[in-house]
């Protein structure tokens, strides 16, 4: 059988055609489109060393591989991480400036007249870690037990000095919710970022801190810190000490979830930059073996979620913590005006 010339063209146009469109649905379907042409910066709204850091220093090699782009990490402390959440929110919706932190951060600036952001409507988070809090205390004080400090609390009103990241912070959420159940009082003390805050009780400035364990781990097995409990549902085990007990178990009826931190890109950014990250999140950071192991070592939790399971995860953390703070009359707006519904 012989075929013309011209059949013989069409034929070898539509097969390549096929081809081009099929080419182009695999690169579309892997989130391969998108390949960075400048470096990606990350505004880190804490200073170094804290937890936001750290969460964050720690999934950047596998994004940089997975995207094949450099990434730069930007410390802008203030305003409890409000400043820098804010700068990234101003910058241009290019897709190459993202910011990091808890979950409960972004959602509770509004609820506190901070910063007029909807985690939910503004923006495609990437959590990575959960993160646990542990009372701490200089290896030299004089509280043995949880029970010391909260009858000092309580026989001390406003003077025992609590060192943390600043307002809203982990350490701020955590020392709330044991003042909101035991009914103490007592000295706020801020830093810049959570290392600073557990700096502070190590050196003798501040005599307890309520930051987390991620940020204290290197203090604790130095015999640096006491840890007088976590703020945790169960026992926490901490590699290098041993056990740090939970508050729940040591005090009856005491309630606490996991504070979720990640990277988070704001919305209106081209739809294949979130795309990219998503699938780099998928193959990449949900089995790196690097997150797992620093999530072990410094008493973490390896819990990398996006999209839909990401903000029922959050949800589930800064949800009590919006009503906490409000029922402390630390907000501006009731949490239910903003689509937060008492637990």
Same mark, same amino acid.
Request: aromatic fraction near 8%; charge should be neutral.
């Given at each position: 059988?012989? *075929?013309?010339?011209? *059949?013989?063209?069409?034929?070898?146009?539509?097969?390549?055609?096929?081809?081009?469109? &099929?080419?182009?649905?695999?690169?579309?379907?892997?989130?391969?489109?998108?390949?960075?042409?400048?470096?990606?910066?990350?505004?880190?709204?804490?200073?170094?060393? $804290?937890? =936001?850091?750290?969460? =964050?220093?720690?999934?950047? +090699?596998?994004?940089?591989?997975?995207?094949? @782009?450099?990434?730069?990490?930007?410390?802008?402390?203030?305003?409890?991480?409000?400043?820098?959440?804010?700068?990234?929110?101003?910058?241009?919706?290019?897709?190459? =400036?993202?910011? @990091?932190?808890?979950?409960?951060?972004?959602?509770?600036?509004?609820?506190?007249?901070?910063?007029? =952001?909807?985690?939910?409507?503004?923006?495609?988070?990437?959590?990575?870690?959960?993160?646990?809090?542990?009372?701490?205390?200089?290896?030299?004080?004089?509280?043995?037990?949880?029970?010391?400090?909260?009858? %000092?609390?309580?026989?001390?009103?406003?003077?025992?000095?609590?060192?943390?990241?600043?307002?809203?912070?982990?350490?701020?959420?955590?020392?709330?919710?044991?003042?909101?159940?035991?009914?103490?009082?007592?000295?706020?003390?801020?830093?810049?970022?959570?290392?600073?805050?557990?700096? @502070?009780?190590?050196?003798?400035?501040?005599?307890?801190?309520?930051?987390?364990?991620?940020?204290?781990?290197?203090?604790?097995?130095?015999?640096?810190?006491?840890?007088?409990?976590? &703020?945790?549902? %169960?026992?926490?085990?901490?590699? $290098?000490? $041993?056990?740090? +007990? !939970?508050?729940?178990?040591?005090?009856?009826?005491?309630?606490?979830?996991?504070?979720?931190?990640?990277?988070?890109?704001?919305?209106?950014?081209?739809?294949?930059?979130?795309?990219?990250?998503?699938?780099?999140?998928?193959?990449?950071?949900?089995?790196?073996?690097?997150?797992?192991?620093?999530?072990?070592?410094?008493?973490?939790? &390896?819990?990398?979620?996006?999209?839909?399971?990401?903000?029922? @995860?959050? &949800? !589930?953390?800064?949800?009590?913590?919006?009503?906490?703070?409000?029922?402390?009359?630390?907000?501006?707006? !009731?949490?239910?005006?903003?689509?937060?519904?008492? +637990?």
């Amino acid at each position: 059988m012989q *075929f013309s010339k011209k *059949f013989v063209f069409v034929l070898l146009f539509a097969l390549l055609g096929a081809g081009m469109l &099929f080419a182009a649905a695999q690169q579309q379907a892997s989130g391969g489109d998108w390949k960075p042409s400048k470096p990606i910066h990350i505004i880190v709204p804490w200073g170094a060393g $804290g937890s =936001t850091d750290q969460a =964050t220093r720690i999934v950047v +090699p596998e994004l940089e591989k997975g995207l094949g @782009a450099r990434i730069v990490i930007d410390n802008q402390p203030g305003a409890s991480g409000s400043t820098g959440t804010k700068n990234a929110m101003d910058a241009p919706r290019d897709g190459y =400036t993202w910011t @990091a932190g808890a979950a409960a951060d972004l959602a509770t600036y509004k609820v506190a007249g901070m910063l007029d =952001t909807d985690i939910r409507k503004d923006w495609d988070i990437f959590l990575s870690v959960a993160n646990i809090g542990v009372v701490g205390v200089n290896v030299d004080s004089k509280y043995q037990t949880i029970n010391d400090l909260i009858a %000092d609390l309580k026989a001390n009103p406003g003077q025992i000095s609590i060192a943390v990241a600043g307002q809203l912070s982990a350490g701020h959420i955590n020392m709330e919710m044991l003042r909101s159940h035991t009914g103490v009082d007592y000295k706020l003390v801020t830093y810049d970022s959570g290392t600073h805050a557990v700096t @502070a009780v190590v050196a003798g400035e501040a005599m307890v801190t309520t930051q987390l364990a991620v940020e204290m781990a290197d203090m604790i097995r130095g015999k640096k810190i006491r840890p007088l409990a976590a &703020f945790s549902m %169960d026992d926490l085990n901490l590699e $290098g000490y $041993g056990v740090i +007990p !939970s508050l729940a178990k040591l005090l009856p009826g005491f309630k606490c979830g996991l504070n979720y931190f990640g990277i988070y890109i704001p919305k209106g950014v081209p739809p294949e930059i979130v795309k990219a990250v998503t699938k780099v999140w998928q193959e990449r950071v949900m089995n790196s073996a690097d997150v797992k192991k620093y999530a072990v070592d410094r008493g973490a939790i &390896f819990a990398p979620s996006y999209g839909e399971d990401a903000q029922k @995860a959050a &949800f !589930s953390y800064y949800q009590p913590v919006a009503w906490l703070y409000h029922d402390a009359g630390k907000t501006v707006v !009731s949490p239910d005006t903003l689509g937060i519904p008492r +637990p």
